[in-house]
């Protein structure tokens, strides 16, 4: 037997006592899945800056009301003044830039821009965000439904996908606008008009979201918590809306965020085109097409509400993008 070995006074023992108070000290401290989002989320400075846009963007929209009172604005009202009547165009330079109207006013009729650019803002979130929201609510559904069941059942809805990706979705939306103009369903107006848009673009839009739904549904079925569920006795209903539908927020989220500004694009064009928002309702697509008659003469009333879609599907998709490196856990 080999002898202890002895240990002598200049040599410190390490008491357990001291090793397990260092050890409380420097306790490491998990990090949620939401928490190392944000942490790669915020290093990704475009993301961020798009993400204040957007911020701003929706708080305008909510306030737009408000703002206009505040600042002393009536996006409907004619300011026959400040237009030159043998020309139509804005009087002075800029489209008639100054204190109490900093966009200038519009030719012809001389309404306040910057009113208008505010009160669009809201029509076209609302148009966005419903249709968003609708083509989601559809496309999660059916893409949950063909991407764990299979066989049968993912062969029908898969073709009912195709014919709508088939449909020319703007001559159809055209056709539906124009039907609906003069009133239906017991409303008119305004609210028949983002009704109609919301339905329109979110109807047919929906199989986008529901092919990315399918496939990610596809990759989870085959994963261990479904097959201890399955054990368990849990049944399909069960399985797609409490074990699936939550592993596939990240890339909903993702996907609406990239989807709403091809909405908003959608929805001017419509206006553009004079079968979407209809005056004296101010829309940015609308605001374009008042403009085409001017834009040789007076190219502000249309690079105004051009920037406006500009830096609004810019934002959007700065942040869907920021939101899709964030999310994704193979991400570094």
């Not at 846009?53 to 408000?66: D, F, G």
């Not at 012809?108 to 650019?117: E, M, Q, S, T, V």
Request: aromatic share 10%.
């Amino acid at each position: 037997m080999t002898a202890p070995i002895e240990t002598t006074g200049s040599q410190a023992e390490a008491q357990p006592e001291a090793v397990l108070a260092g050890v409380e000290a420097k306790k490491i401290e998990g990090r949620s899945l939401g928490q190392i989002a944000w942490t790669r989320f915020k290093r990704d400075k475009l993301a961020m800056a798009g993400g204040i846009v957007v911020a701003l963007l929706i708080l305008t929209a909510v306030l737009s009301r408000p703002l206009q009172a505040l600042l002393g604005l009536d996006p409907n009202e004619f300011h026959q003044d400040l237009i030159d009547p043998s020309t139509t165009l804005p009087k002075g330079d800029f489209g008639g830039m100054s204190w109490e109207h900093p966009l200038g006013v519009e030719p012809k009729f001389g309404r306040d821009i910057l009113a208008r650019i505010l009160e669009g803002s809201w029509v076209s979130l609302v148009v966005a965000f419903g249709a968003t929201l609708l083509s989601n609510a559809i496309g999660t559904v059916l893409g949950l439904i063909a991407g764990y069941y299979g066989g049968r059942v993912d062969t029908i809805i898969s073709r009912l996908m195709d014919t709508f990706l088939a449909f020319p979705l703007l001559l159809f939306a055209i056709a539906i606008s124009a039907t609906l103009q003069g009133g239906a369903f017991g409303l008119n107006g305004l609210p028949l008009h983002l009704l109609v848009l919301i339905f329109v673009i979110g109807f047919f839009n929906w199989p986008y979201m529901g092919r990315i739904v399918r496939g990610q549904t596809m990759a989870l079925r085959q994963r261990e918590f479904v097959d201890a569920s399955l054990g368990l006795g849990a049944k399909g209903p069960y399985i797609l809306f409490k074990e699936l539908l939550p592993n596939l927020v990240a890339p909903i989220i993702v996907y609406s965020t990239l989807l709403i500004p091809t909405n908003i694009i959608f929805e001017a064009s419509l206006s553009f085109l004079g079968v979407g928002i209809q005056p004296p309702q101010a829309s940015w697509g609308g605001m374009l097409n008042q403009a085409v008659d001017f834009f040789e003469v007076d190219p502000q009333y249309m690079i105004v509400p051009g920037l406006a879609i500009f830096i609004t599907v810019l934002a959007f998709n700065l942040l869907g993008d920021g939101l899709r490196d964030a999310l994704d856990p193979r991400s570094r």
